[in-house]
């Protein structure tokens, strides 16, 4: 069974404070991806790895930045949190072109 | 960034009733994806589609990859509460050359027992 995990389910923080956002997949898929989901503005992609150590800008990257040191692992990090940033954040995982898969999603609330 | 026109935006059903909605795009798609989303967890795969013309069930759902490949369907039959949830499409933008992934602006439904 397909899997990809996300470190914390809810997180509470407060602005200023550095954040880390784990994501581990087992199917050994070269693409991983960040997005944040709001309601009303759909899932937006923060940034997408394609590779080891590779990256890229998604749509919204401001104030965010992502490490993928191992295959099967991608971080998002935000430097300095904002209340703004108070989302739904999902990590997703795919072989180039086929399926996506979905982890369950971390709800950060910055205070 | 650019989005699949999905369709209906929301639909409340009673409970037994069969219901469609349908995923439309300027552009052609290789694979069309379908996820089921309930509130507050990530989408689940529900049904990949990688050939046109391709018809894929899982349980009561039923998918199709349309012949132009600008387009697809998902049908529920007998729904029961549990189907309820924000259902989406989505696939790889190939066209642009990057990996990335268009999504369909949800479907969401309501069983109405």
């Known amino acids: 069974d397909v899997k990809v995990t996300q470190s914390s389910r809810y997180l509470v923080k407060r602005t200023g404070e550095k954040v880390f956002l784990e994501c581990v997949q087992d199917?050994?898929?070269?693409?991983m991806f960040w997005y944040r989901q709001d309601p009303g503005l759909g899932l937006r992609l923060i940034y997408f790895s394609y590779d080891v150590k590779m990256k890229e800008k998604g749509d919204i990257p401001e104030g965010y930045s992502v490490s993928r040191e191992k295959k099967e692992r991608f971080s998002l990090i935000l430097e300095s949190a904002s209340t703004n940033q108070t989302s739904m954040y999902l990590c997703?995982?795919?072989?180039?072109?086929?399926?996506?898969?979905f982890g369950p999603g971390t709800r950060l609330l910055v205070l | 960034g650019q989005q699949l026109n999905q369709s209906p935006q929301s639909m409340f059903i009673q409970e037994g009733e069969d219901v469609s909605m349908n995923c439309t795009s300027s552009s052609i798609f290789n694979t069309w994806l379908w996820y089921k989303q309930e509130p507050g967890e990530g989408p689940v795969l529900l049904i990949a589609?990688?050939?046109?013309?391709e018809l894929t069930s899982n349980g009561r759902l039923t998918a199709q990859f349309g012949i132009t490949r600008k387009d697809s369907f998902l049908n529920i039959s007998a729904s029961i509460p549990s189907d309820v949830g924000i259902y989406f499409c989505?696939?790889?933008?190939?066209?642009?050359?990057?990996?990335?992934?268009?999504f369909g602006t949800g479907t969401r439904l309501k069983v109405l027992a």
């Open positions: 989505a696939g790889p933008d190939v066209t642009s050359g990057t990996y990335k992934y268009i």
């Open positions: 199917m050994d898929h070269e693409n």
């Open positions: 997703a995982s795919s072989t180039t072109g086929k399926t996506q898969y």
């Open positions: 589609l990688y050939k046109a013309g």
